[in-house]
């Protein structure tokens, strides 16, 4: 390398070498390192519905097939994404409400003026069928997301996932940036910022305050309508949130 025929566009990159440009890769030291260091890089691929490992297998397939000449040696920057197969689209909508519906006697407004609010009431009270009534009389859009079914972990990401399914077109949902699940959201949040988006998070009493704070904090500019169960530390939340709960009796 050091000879004077050397190609000066021709670099060679060692384990521990710093890389010449931030977009590169590292040098690996064996194959283990090297789908490491690749699966952590696809966690990081915003809705991707393929497992982190079972995309960086295929690709390296993908790669191997090319390397053999066969129909091309070239890939479109046009064609990754479909590589990635991301998955984006609207996966919840609100329950069905009973018929015919009995309005509870001092049910509130489903949107105010309010950010953030926090509607409680026992298990059976009707909190679900209250929003889910609501909505159909609101004359705006309202994304209903329940939170029971996921991991703490995973609320974030999916949380992301139908708010942009709802509200973005494919082109701004491509331009997302990689991140973790909360990165994603607030990412999404950005492209929202200029317009109104109205959410119901259900069963919230299954996160813990930190999570729910998280999540409030990622959508600054989102109407929030928190349905949960009384919980030992709504009165500190409810503080942190700088609102007052409110209750639906179920009568």
Same mark, same amino acid.
């Not at 789908?35 to 519905?49: D, G, H, K, L, Y």
């Not at 490992?53 to 295929?58: G, Y």
């Not at 973005?168 to 988006?197: C, F, M, Y």
């Given at each position: 390398?050091?000879?004077?025929?050397?190609?000066?566009?021709?670099?060679?990159?060692?384990?521990?070498?710093?890389? #010449?440009?931030?977009?590169?890769?590292?040098?690996?030291?064996?194959?283990?390192?090297?789908?490491?260091?690749?699966?952590?890089?696809?966690?990081?691929?915003?809705?991707?519905?393929?497992?982190?490992?079972?995309?960086?297998?295929?690709?390296?397939?993908?790669?191997? %097939?090319?390397?053999?000449?066969?129909?091309?040696?070239?890939?479109?920057?046009?064609?990754?994404?479909?590589?990635?197969?991301?998955?984006?689209?609207?996966?919840?909508?609100?329950?069905?409400?009973?018929?015919?519906?009995?309005?509870?006697?001092?049910?509130?407004?489903? #949107?105010?003026?309010?950010?953030?609010?926090?509607?409680?009431?026992?298990?059976?009270?009707?909190?679900?069928?209250?929003?889910?009534?609501?909505?159909?009389?609101?004359?705006?859009?309202?994304?209903?997301?329940?939170?029971?079914?996921?991991?703490?972990?995973?609320?974030?990401?999916?949380?992301?996932?139908? #708010?942009?399914?709802?509200?973005?077109?494919?082109?701004?949902?491509?331009?997302?940036?990689?991140?973790?699940?909360?990165?994603?959201?607030?990412?999404?949040?950005?492209?929202?910022?200029?317009?109104?988006?109205?959410?119901?998070?259900?069963?919230?009493?299954?996160?813990?305050?930190?999570?729910?704070?998280? #999540?409030?904090?990622? %959508?600054?500019?989102?109407?929030?309508?928190?349905?949960?169960?009384?919980?030992?530390?709504?009165?500190?939340?409810?503080?942190?949130?700088?609102?007052?709960?409110?209750? %639906?009796?179920?009568?």
């Amino acid at each position: 390398m050091t000879a004077d025929d050397w190609p000066d566009d021709v670099k060679i990159l060692s384990p521990g070498a710093v890389a #010449l440009e931030s977009w590169l890769p590292p040098a690996w030291s064996n194959i283990d390192e090297a789908v490491a260091w690749c699966t952590r890089e696809a966690e990081q691929i915003p809705f991707a519905s393929l497992a982190p490992q079972t995309l960086v297998w295929k690709l390296a397939a993908r790669v191997a %097939l090319a390397c053999t000449g066969h129909d091309g040696q070239a890939f479109a920057a046009a064609d990754i994404p479909a590589l990635y197969e991301q998955f984006v689209q609207e996966l919840q909508a609100f329950p069905a409400r009973p018929v015919p519906y009995l309005p509870q006697a001092t049910e509130p407004e489903l #949107l105010t003026d309010a950010k953030v609010r926090l509607i409680t009431g026992f298990s059976g009270s009707g909190k679900t069928a209250w929003a889910a009534h609501a909505a159909e009389h609101c004359p705006e859009p309202i994304t209903y997301f329940d939170v029971a079914a996921l991991t703490a972990e995973a609320v974030a990401g999916s949380l992301a996932r139908e #708010l942009a399914a709802r509200h973005l077109d494919a082109a701004r949902r491509t331009e997302l940036a990689r991140g973790a699940g909360i990165d994603v959201l607030r990412a999404v949040h950005r492209h929202l910022a200029d317009k109104p988006v109205a959410v119901v998070l259900d069963n919230v009493h299954r996160l813990n305050a930190s999570d729910l704070r998280q #999540l409030v904090d990622a %959508l600054p500019s989102a109407r929030l309508v928190l349905l949960g169960q009384p919980r030992p530390d709504q009165t500190t939340l409810a503080a942190h949130l700088g609102i007052n709960p409110e209750t %639906l009796a179920g009568v």
